[in-house]
């Protein structure tokens, strides 16, 4: 019997009825009733004989949703719901014994931790993934020249193994934050009741230990009305999507003619409906696109919790959607990546064809006046002269005879030789001796590095 | 034949299929190519003939798409392919020339035109019915009492269908909105081709007559790069879904023991899976906790936007789920919005207990003093002396005698039993008597300025 | 006297205080200040003598405040106390008459949908700038080729002129929005009271009149806490810098070495501290940057608003900052646009070979087809074909002979010499016929299209 | 000299220039200046006696500063380049060598990252005092009772330290974040040069250990153009707002008349305009209405970093504006939390009458049940039924006899005194015996960690 005189409104069930998307935490609200069932017998709130009729019906409830043939019914409001109900059809009244010391709120929390922790280690295999690809490709073209570029202008000349270690550390720094989401998904709600805790003297430190919680959260007010841990689930996400995004914006403009730096694998691109000849780089594309469809999430549930009064309100059934939208996704994008960076063929010779550009190295130059003793400010002054010369004389600065350097300034001259050494691209490459920098002994470093901070990560997860 | 070797990796075809959502758009890609193929027709890029084959197949596809019957298949892309491929089947070689003069890219612009002007007119319908629901409930609840509210504190007594109607204008505004939405939904991207326009001398003027747009967009690079309608569209959705927050806000409110202003229907009420004697406001809570949902969509879109070259780029098929998404979560809400608003039980008593506090009456006090000439601060200033010397004492400002309002100024003193008569709530109701203010005759006004507003927009939409 | 003992915390006047940024509403103020004193006057609420001694007063503290010489003092909580204050210390008590049937509540709502509206119609000036730029440059340009991208892959030529109108159409929608939100701006709350409308027979509709609003707030309770103007407006501004961004985005890829479409004037670019050769589309790259930023301005309001219970609360406040620096950001944005598209030298030479990049004319071979009547889908795989083998081949369409055309089809073989025609990019061009497409004759009816719709807004605002 | 021939556009430099916001790095700007000058000295890459002369003109130009006397000037475009300016002027040219190895890029990145481990560490100790104060009034108001909610429902009864303790632990989460973001910013990017490293044989480990940074950035290209730890402080900052929003809401909720829980001190309370009676909680309104604008910042650079290409762009400069706005902000809403929970006097009767509303008590009821044997689905119908009955008859539930209970369910009235015992809030309260529960013992261990867990920090930072 229930305290309303009249039935729901179709559409407040349409509303409110969460079962369409929280059906898939089934795993998690399975473990958690069972860890919840053995603890109530060894606290001996309920006999071994329902925690045994329980298990075992909540096994045969498992087969049912594992195989897809679990019977939803019309009733069925959320996925927790479904579960009591086909627990207690199979499983007879003790089924309504396994509610005993807990609360939808607390349950609700408890799953969504699970889930948290769970997608944020699959998160975290699937960057261990593409960092590994990184790394692999980084080793192929160790000393495979690049222009790198500030403000998309050619400035200085890289590897290209040094350019995609820039992503690596990136992806590390994202499995980070995932490993920081789920160290905040670690405080087990369960236990927690409706808001003030329980009328039963429960062990939840045993609840703890069987979900793998390295802790139980001090506070059940608190228990039931925290999604933080989500927040930081969907905050890593966006972070982690924003530098797929601008991997993906680099592969779309690194496979346009203009650059043609790299040929994207067929198995990752697109034809046209109407131009026979394109080859679209889509999946590069959607990687670039995605980053703002989490940021939507990340913002849409710091919305949601916005001046919301304590403890549990309706609102946060808000949380889930967002959640496993940001899941697939991210773990789609990760697959994506790693497939188009393990097979994306790179142009050594447009690549280095765009090294070569002189202009690149007059920075060098000026740093070659500064160790002859002129302060670096007056040293870019004078190659800014030098520049604008050979360019209004459409000349190359390797042109210019030693009377023309003479005339720019008295310094130029006194380089001799040295200045037109620094102009060839493979001293300006190789004069970035500095850590982090792009040396080739400075980047095979690096890459030592970076084997082991790959796999540190394996170890620790 | 294609031009790429390796099949697509099925991550990239789980990354870039779209039929999985923009499967809804069908009825939209039949109407379109309906009017495209009898304008190839009258422009004789196709015969009458083959327009007849393709309209008669795209009747047999419709028949299937709304029956259900349908056969998706493994290869379909998109709808567009998938009505395409089928219609081919059906139709037979003649299906492959529905694509002349069209290409993916405007004909994609012109489905997804076609759905905004459709959802925008199904939210302003929504809008009219809640429109019309907190009209009658105004009407109903004319002269009830209750303390309007600043910083949530009881700042001046106002009639309960005053405060209704403030969320009326809130809605007709979002009617506009809605409007303008579709207005820069209503010109035709169809004709742009991939982006350049097309090699036939095709007549967008009729294809636009026919599917009812207004104009045909002028320029076909912008024609199928523009979505500026679907971030209209959202904007207008974010706003309304904002607006039906601080309306879900104060039903929450309202229904709490403290203020128990209202009741809301059972019908919308939902109970708890613990406490026995829970009513909660569920759908209300819902209807708050939607609006940074939509929020986060036009969020998304904007993102995607963003930095993104002209002219068509795979990103823009992240377009869709926000929209639909929006628009589903929208109509819902408005619906809600509506029953829970027929619905409500309010209580005429509690409300007027909570309008009678009698500090309410302070500003009619010092606008009386105005009135006899004391220059507004000043009186502010008395009045603001009275009530702590009063909050002080324990007593009503009505308690206070004569000689003792003499005391703070001999202007109060002056007021006679004109102050006694303004403490009284009826007085400062009916006192508000400028345009747009609480007393009856001007709220009166209002509801025919608000019954023209609503009957205004039917004929218009 | 106050009904407080304690004066304020430090913080809490750090926390409270607006004077820092509500300062700039002042002519605003000052002008509703006028219009207010008037309409008491006309309405005898206060006497002629009152009226002028205000208003010769506000002519004084407008005097001040336009010569940077109004003594703000450490008191002042916001722009409407000071100058209330000032006024009062200039003209006497008087000064105290003006708050006579007006609250803070509406006051402030009056001035920021004025400042709403002036800055509404700044923008469509800038826009009209930028577009007008545009025009003219699109004038000059008017057969300059270059690559149509999708995918930021080459797709179909286009001609400059018709590029940079896309631009055009963009902005002229943003005026439209712009004028949407100065509407939406026009209803007048002055008069509405602290919420409950005044108790003095005011005429709302002088007011309105002498501000220039179309319409008085018909409802006193939202006309105080309505702020969707603001909301207007800001989805604006983000809808313009999302265009700007795109335009932005065009031209640092654009002033690329590997683009080299064209190159920004100095008087808008950088040079590097380090790099003396570096020129750095600085101005560009901010114009990309900027849409974020007005984003996260609409979405903080959208978010203030949210669950914000009627009427007036404290939380207002917070529009206001976000409004200011969108406007102040936007309209630079304008500008800045308006100097770059103005003084960018492109390079026919550039976009021509590039345009000239044979598979593009892919397309029309496939057109050719279906006007010899093979149905485009088939046309479609025929062409792929042929591009895969020239591929492999390593030789242009061009460069292939009729007998090998005739082998991958003998269609193909039939097309004789307009096979050849086809793949000279003038054809592919000038092909494009439709309404809105890239052939000179339909550009330069854009053209005209174009000067039309820039007219027409200056005539309408 | 230059490389350009144009001055730059006056817009261009008000878009341009970064020192009316950048110049707060300062104290920065000079600390990394100095162990730069060190190490170059140490490296023998300028003399110990260039190093001094720079040390000493460094020491000059920071009392500038710091007295506010620097000059800027016009062309002064950042602080970076102010600073090296007027060092240059003040030490002669051998200021110009100060910028040997190294790059506004590196350069600008260093000083972010300073700033924002100072302001994360700011944050903390913000959270630790506000932390401190909520552990303060817990203990005062140990035992103290009020409802807690779900749905704004009254629930269960709890007691205010519980509640209050609630926000004490998400604000530990807080802090946490920060210390994340802290970490995140604790790679000195400094030698990375402007992209590639530097052509000197620097020492990246001596400066880091004088700035206090950890670790070194082990990639150039990745150091100049991450910004990653500003989302993370920003992201925390948001989070960190959001709990205060929550905290803010129900300040004000509680100050409402209908509730009547606490009052706030005048201190950090406003009066109106116009109502003279009016005690406004504006400090907590504010608290409410930060949240949007913190997240409108995150967003913000989100969106500025979405598909931006490596390594240094210009839209990078967005990250400072936004930076130090959440920072002002969110240190202000922390002292105003801290100054509002300090000050705040809570009502003990009001929250006592909330408490004891009788139908709080049906879920003891319920579980009375339970522990008689009944499984709890059946005993919540049974109480469902026994509350709707009550609420029909208008009689509380402790009205009932044990004849009327009997005829609910035999089980009722097997209950006896035990049911009537039941409906006492106090042992409603002290029935929550689980760890984090709200009976006393429970509340004490939670001081008790509490207490703990603010230490730990303390000493941690």
């Not at 179709?10 to 509303?15: A, C, E, H, I, T």
């Not at 996400?237 to 403009?253: I, N, Y």
Request: net charge negative; hydrophobic share 45%; charged share 25%.
């Amino acid at each position: 019997m229930s305290r309303f005189r009249e039935p729901q409104h179709p559409d407040f069930q349409r509303l409110n009825v969460s079962l369409g998307f929280d059906r898939r935490l089934w795993p998690f609200d399975i473990a958690q009733s069972r860890a919840h069932a053995r603890m109530l017998a060894a606290r001996e709130i309920i006999t071994a004989a329902d925690r045994d009729a329980l298990l075992h019906g909540l096994d045969a409830v498992e087969a049912e949703l594992a195989a897809g043939s679990f019977p939803f019914g019309e009733g069925d409001e959320d996925i927790h719901m479904a579960i009591e109900r086909r627990l207690t059809e199979l499983a007879g009244p003790v089924g309504g014994r396994l509610h005993t010391a807990r609360s939808r709120n607390d349950q609700v929390a408890t799953d969504v931790a699970l889930y948290t922790r769970d997608r944020a280690r699959l998160a975290r295999e699937g960057l261990g993934e593409l960092m590994a690809a990184l790394l692999a490709r980084a080793e192929e073209h160790l000393d495979w020249q690049l222009p790198g570029y500030t403000h998309l202008q050619r400035a200085q000349p890289v590897y290209l193994s040094h350019h995609l270690l820039a992503y690596f550390w990136m992806l590390a720094r994202d499995r980070e934050r995932f490993a920081f989401a789920a160290r905040q998904a670690g405080r087990l709600p369960l236990g927690a009741g409706a808001l003030a805790g329980v009328s039963f003297a429960t062990d939840r430190d045993m609840v703890a230990a069987e979900l793998d919680f390295p802790e139980v959260a001090p506070n059940s007010i608190d228990a039931v009305s925290n999604r933080d841990f989500v927040l930081d689930y969907l905050s890593a996400a966006a972070t982690c999507a924003t530098h797929l995004s601008r991997l993906g914006a680099e592969l779309v403009l690194w496979s346009s003619e203009e650059f043609g730096f790299c040929e994207l694998p067929d198995a990752w691109s697109a034809g046209s409906s109407i131009m026979p000849q394109k080859k679209n780089p889509d999946a590069a594309e959607l990687l670039r696109a995605k980053a703002p469809r989490l940021l939507g999430r990340l913002t849409a549930l710091h919305g949601v919790l916005h001046a919301l009064p304590l403890t549990y309100n309706k609102d946060l059934q808000e949380d889930k959607e967002g959640l496993f939208d940001a899941a697939d996704t991210l773990e789609l994008e990760l697959r994506a990546a790693t497939g188009m960076i393990a097979g994306a063929r790179f142009s050594r010779e447009r690549m280095r064809a765009a090294a070569g550009d002189e202009l690149i190295g007059a920075t060098d130059i000026a740093d070659l006046l500064v160790a002859h003793g002129m302060p670096f400010r007056e040293a870019h002054g004078v190659v800014a002269g030098l520049v604008r010369a050979s360019l209004d004389q459409g000349r190359s600065l390797s042109q210019l005879t030693p009377a023309e350097l003479g005339q720019h300034s008295p310094a130029l001259a006194e380089l001799g030789e040295s200045y037109y050494a620094a102009l060839r691209p493979e001293s300006w490459l190789e004069s970035k001796v500095s850590v982090g920098g792009t040396a080739l002994a400075r980047v095979r470093e690096q890459l030592q590095l970076a084997r082991h901070a790959l796999d540190a990560d394996v170890t620790d997860s």
